[in-house]
């Protein structure tokens, strides 16, 4: 996919407010692709608990919550292993990229994420994808599940910039599909997409199990949701309307 050279930030800075009946406006869903396009977690859970058996670890020494908090791979072998050099680092992540490749074949769509995308595009709304993996593996992914043909935009973190929770990744979306921050609305799994998307200035979603929703709430997340309906982001969305007309009339 080729992307449009564009500042992202000089790109919405540089828009005009539209109003809530502008016929401009473009709505949209941005998607984190781990956790909440691909259920990459039980694929994830899999290759570093294999890796911590390999390292002498107990597989139980596993701590899923620092995994899921969007923290680097570098940091999650330190958590898990302790402190390594960088040599042994690089050696550790190329065998945990072998084993996910390994269970890879398990990988699969996370629940109703097909239907609410397909839906959505159906009405109008853009669905965009905005992810941390490097392109390889999001392409990978992708065509493991037959998602990449439903989004407009595929955003990894080779064209990005910095890394969330910086906003950059967000912000280039929005600059790539031509959509208003605040009319695109984010889903993330990871705690660290949550002051990304908030810094970007959209609402953020957060989509994660119950016991998971504390610490994406303590980030920041405007709402949090453990199942998905089709019907649930057009509310988001419609709530955007009402808010910008709202604000007009005062």
């Not at 890394?163 to 280039?172: E, G, T």
Request: aromatic share 4%; net charge positive; charged share 30%.
């Amino acid at each position: 996919m080729v992307f449009r050279p564009v500042h992202a930030a000089e790109q919405n800075a540089a828009k005009p407010r539209p109003t809530a009946v502008d016929l401009r406006i473009r709505k949209a869903v941005i998607l984190d692709l781990d956790g909440v396009v691909a259920d990459r977690q039980p694929i994830d859970e899999i290759a570093w608990a294999k890796l911590l058996v390999e390292q002498g670890r107990a597989q139980a020494g596993l701590n899923l919550d620092f995994l899921y908090a969007g923290h680097p791979r570098r940091a999650v072998l330190k958590q898990d292993l302790g402190a390594v050099s960088e040599s042994d680092s690089e050696r550790l992540a190329r065998r945990k990229n072998e084993l996910y490749a390994e269970a890879a074949a398990q990988l699969k769509p996370k629940p109703r994420i097909s239907d609410v995308v397909r839906r959505l595009n159906k009405d109008g709304t853009i669905c965009a994808l905005a992810t941390s993996a490097n392109s390889g593996r999001t392409y990978k992914t992708l065509a493991k599940i037959a998602r990449r043909k439903d989004s407009a935009a595929i955003v990894t973190r080779e064209e990005a910039g910095r890394p969330k929770p910086a906003p950059d990744i967000f912000l280039l979306t929005a600059a790539i599909i031509d959509a208003e921050t605040e009319y695109c609305v984010v889903v993330e799994d990871p705690v660290a997409g949550v002051p990304a998307a908030r810094a970007a200035g959209m609402k953020c979603v957060g989509w994660a199990a119950v016991k998971r929703f504390g610490e994406l709430a303590e980030a920041g997340a405007h709402d949090l949701i453990s199942e998905l309906s089709t019907g649930y982001f057009n509310v988001l969305l419609h709530a955007s309307d009402e808010a910008t007309a709202a604000g007009e009339r005062v």
